[in-house]
C-alpha cells in the first residue's frame, strides 16, 4: 500500500516518516513538496490508497490540490492535517462536505491519535478496493463505451476501467459488485465520458442491454409516459454503440422495430406537439436525445399530414436513429452549415469526415431493407432550401416532402439545444425559419409545424 504525503515542511516528512515505519509495515509513504510534483507522481503511478495534505502549503491551496487530484485519480481517502486555524480557512466545506472518505486531522500530532486516524482510513480504502486499482492493458482489448449506458444496471459480470493514459487504466467498477447511481454520477461530474470494458465483454454488455431494455418497453404502463421516453434514450445509447463497434445483425434489426413501435406508442400519450417537446426529458441534450426528439417530431409532422401508412412514418424514425451516429465528437451534432466556426479548428480530415457524415449513416440505412429510401433522408438531412447546405448543397426543388421534413425536424432540435426549451423558445424558433423554410416540399410540412405548435 502506498501513502502520498504533500508538505512543505521536511521535518514532518521525518515525523510522518518514522511514525509509518514503527506502525504500519509494508506501507510506503511517499512524500512530496508541491502540488504539481503530487499530481506528475500520481500521473506516473496512481496506485497510492490514501492521500494526505498538510494545509499549510505555501504554494498551493490544499483544497484545489484535493480537487485536481480527485479529478485525475478518483476520490480516495484524504486527509487534510493542519491547525485547527489552517483547517478553518483553507478546507472548504463544500468539498470537505461532498466526500464521505475525506478527513481532517488537527495538530499537533499525537502519535496514538494520528496513528488511529491513518488505520481507520486504510480500512476505508481496503474496502473500496483502493489498492492496486490501476493497471496497465493493452489499449487494442478495450473499447469505449458511454458513461451513460452504465444507469442501466446496478452491477455488471466484468471490470470496467477509466483510462488515465493510453496504456494505464484505473478500475472503475468491479465485476459483481453491486454500484450505486451516485457513482456514475461521480464520474460524470469529473467529465468523464467513457468507460472502458475488454472487447468480448463488449458485445455482452450491448446485447444484455438491449434485452434489458426491451423487457423496459414491455412493462411500462400507458400512464408512465415519461418512462417511455427516458427508455428511447437509454434504446438509442445502445443502438448507436452497437452500429459503431459492431455494425447491424439481426438482433438490433428487432430491437430496432421494437423501438420504431415505441415512438409511435409516445406519439399517442400525447395530446398536443407543445405537450411533447416541453414534457421531453432533455437533460443533456446529446445525440441520444437529440435523435428521440428528431424522432417523435418528424413522425409527427408525418402523422399531421395525414400519411397514415405505417412503413412510412417508420422511415423518419430510422433516420433519427441513424443520420448522426457517426459524429466524431457530441459538440458537433448542433453544425448545420459547412463555414461553421466549429470546423475551423480542426484537421483536414476531421473536417471532411464530418461533412461527410450524412453519406456514411446513409449507407447502413441500407441494411433495413424493410424501410427502402431511408438512405435519401438520411444524405440529404444537412440539406437546405436555399442551397446552402452540405454534402451536395442541392436546393428544395430537388428535396422530397419526406426528407424536407426530416430536414426540418432536425433544424428544429438543433435549435430546440442551442435554446433551451420553453413556449416562447419554441414560437421564436419558428419565427426565425419562416425566411428559410417557406418554400418547395417545406411549406406544408412547416405550415403544420407552426399550427401544431400553435395548439395548447
Ligand atoms: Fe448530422
Redesign the pocket.
Same mark, same amino acid.
Given at each position: 500500500m502506498k501513502v502520498l504525503f504533500i508538505c512543505d515542511n521536511k521535518e514532518e516528512w521525518n515525523l510522518l516518516t518514522n511514525l509509518f515505519h514503527a506502525h504500519f509495515t509494508g506501507v510506503d509513504l511517499v512524500c512530496v513538496l508541491k502540488g504539481q510534483e503530487a499530481l506528475d507522481t500520481i500521473m506516473f503511478d496512481a496506485n497510492f490508497s490514501m492521500i494526505l495534505i498538510e494545509c499549510g502549503l505555501k504554494e498551493n491551496d490544499p483544497t484545489d490540490l484535493a480537487e485536481d487530484i480527485f479529478e485525475t485519480i478518483g476520490p480516495r481517502p484524504l486527509i487534510f492535517i493542519g491547525t485547527q486555524a489552517m483547517i478553518k480557512d483553507r478546507v472548504r466545506d463544500d468539498f470537505y462536505n461532498e466526500y464521505e472518505n475525506v478527513g481532517l486531522y488537527q495538530k499537533p500530532y499525537e502519535p496514538q491519535e494520528f496513528v488511529g486516524v491513518i488505520k481507520e482510513a486504510m480500512e476505508w480504502s481496503k474496502q473500496h478496493e483502493f489498492e492496486n486499482a490501476v493497471v496497465e492493458l493493452n489499449p487494442d482489448d478495450f473499447l469505449p463505451l458511454k458513461l451513460r449506458n452504465f444507469y442501466l444496471y446496478d452491477q455488471v459480470p466484468f471490470d470496467v476501467y477509466i483510462e488515465l493514459t493510453k496504456t494505464k487504466y484505473l478500475k472503475a467498477i468491479s465485476a459483481n459488485k453491486k454500484y450505486p447511481q451516485s457513482t456514475i454520477q461521480d464520474f460524470r461530474k469529473r467529465n468523464i465520458r467513457y468507460l472502458y470494458l475488454e472487447k468480448n465483454e463488449h458485445l455482452n454488455f450491448l446485447e444484455n442491454s438491449i434485452k434489458k431494455i426491451s423487457q423496459s418497453f414491455h412493462q411500462i404502463k400507458s400512464d408512465d409516459r415519461n418512462r417511455r421516453m427516458q427508455t428511447l434514450v437509454a434504446a438509442t445509447l445502445v443502438i448507436h454503440q452497437y452500429l459503431r463497434d459492431v455494425g447491424v445483425s439481426d438482433t438490433l434489426k428487432d430491437f430496432v422495430d421494437l423501438y420504431i413501435a415505441q415512438v409511435g406508442k409516445t406519439l399517442k400519450e400525447h395530446t398536443s406537439l407543445n405537450e411533447l417537446l416541453l414534457n421531453f426529458p432533455l437533460e443533456q441534450a446529446d445525440l441520444a436525445e437529440q435523435a428521440v426528439l428528431k424522432a417523435l417530431l418528424s413522425e409527427f409532422l408525418v402523422r399531421s399530414l395525414g400519411w397514415r401508412s405505417d412503413s412510412t412514418r417508420a422511415k423518419t424514425t430510422l433516420a433519427s436513429l441513424l !443520420?448522426?451516429t457517426f /459524429?466524431e465528437r457530441e459538440e458537433w451534432?448542433v /453544425?448545420t452549415y459547412k463555414d461553421h466556426p466549429h470546423l475551423d479548428d480542426i484537421t483536414k480530415e476531421e473536417r471532411e469526415n464530418f461533412l461527410a !457524415?450524412?453519406l456514411k449513416?446513409a449507407e447502413t440505412a441500407h441494411f433495413f431493407t424493410q424501410y427502402p429510401d431511408v438512405d435519401f433522408i438520411i444524405e440529404q438531412?444537412?440539406e437546405q432550401p436555399d442551397g446552402t447546405g452540405f454534402p451536395r448543397g442541392i436546393n428544395a426543388g430537388k428535396i422530397t416532402k419526406l426528407s424536407a421534413i426530416f430536414i426540418l425536424a432536425?433544424n428544429f432540435v438543433i435549435q430546440m439545444v442551442i435554446n433551451g426549451v420553453t413556449s416562447s423558445s419554441l414560437q421564436n424558433i419558428c419565427q426565425s425559419f419562416q425566411g428559410l423554410y417557406n418554400v418547395g416540399n417545406f411549406k406544408e410540412p412547416f405550415g403544420e409545424l407552426i399550427k401544431e405548435l400553435k395548439r395548447k
Open positions: !443520420h448522426d /459524429i451534432s /453544425i !457524415h450524412p449513416a438531412h444537412h432536425n
